[in-house]
T-cell receptor, first 113, second 108 residues
Framework: DARVTQTPRHKVTEMGQEVTMRCQPI?????VFWYRQTMMQGLELLAY????????DSGMPKDRFSAEMPDATLATLKIQPSEPRDSAVYFCASMTGLGQPQHFGDGTRLSIL | KNEVEQSPQNLTAQEGEFITINCSYS?????LHWLQQHPGGGIVSLFM???GKKKHGRLIATINIQEKHSSLHITASHPRDSAVYICAVRSGSDKIIFGKGTRLHILP
């Protein structure tokens, strides 16, 4: 079964450090989403891409977060500098196009000390 | 007021019971998703709806666009259905808005 792969699964680091999370979407999926889940806020959309072009990143704090798709097989989400309030589970999801279901990765559990 | 409201927040039921989870939204939408998140944290997309009704196994999802309401039903519920069920809508401006989720616990 094809899967969305996220790395790392867990990350613990000190505040101020740069954090990079990676996502390999399912081959052939042209739409990629980044979500964040916290106990307080639940799930939130941070950004999404279609055909590698960013379509919406309004959910992302622009001063410290950046999302890119260097190629069709890799999406990255970077936080620099990280802060304790960034602690959350970050999910990546991909889909083939409009009207299709999203396939979620297992998430990256991030803890900023 | 949240743009996507789910009810109930928590639900405990006996195995075999018919389960209904509700989702109401206040924005115009192009699609509505039902997601399932298991205790381990993994998220699975159950349904995507823009009108009518869909069925997959023991799960049924309906949507009423005029009333801005969707329901997720589980027939013959089983302990393995225990999970958090999340409603999410894609608004007309392409924004995705999530409900807070319904935590379902099915007792054997």
């Amino acid at each position: 079964d094809a899967r969305v792969t996220q790395t790392p699964r867990h990350k613990v680091t000190e505040m101020g450090q740069e954090v990079t999370m990676r996502c390999q979407p399912i081959l052939g999926h042209n739409t990629v989403f980044w979500y964040r889940q916290t106990m307080m806020q639940g799930l939130e959309l941070l950004a999404y891409f279609r055909n590698r072009a960013p379509l919406d990143d309004s959910g992302m704090p622009k001063d410290r977060f950046s999302a890119e798709m260097p190629d069709a097989t890799l999406a990255t989400l970077k936080i620099q500098p990280s802060e304790p309030r960034d602690s959350a589970v970050y999910f990546c999801a991909s889909m083939t196009g409009l009207g299709q279901p999203q396939h979620f990765g297992d998430g990256t559990r991030l803890s900023i000390l | 007021k949240n743009e996507v409201e789910q009810s109930p927040q928590n639900l405990t039921a006996q195995e075999g019971e018919f389960i209904t989870i509700n989702c109401s939204y206040s924005v115009g939408i192009s699609a509505l998703h039902w997601l399932q998140q298991h205790p381990g944290g993994g998220i699975v997309s159950l349904f995507m709806l823009s009108s009518g009704k869909k069925k997959h196994g023991r799960l049924i999802a309906t949507i009423n666009i005029q009333e801005k309401h969707s329901s997720l039903h589980i027939t013959a519920s089983h302990p393995r259905d225990s999970a958090v069920y999340i409603c999410a809508v894609r608004s007309g401006s392409d924004k995705i808005i999530f409900g807070k989720g319904t935590r379902l616990h099915i007792l054997p």
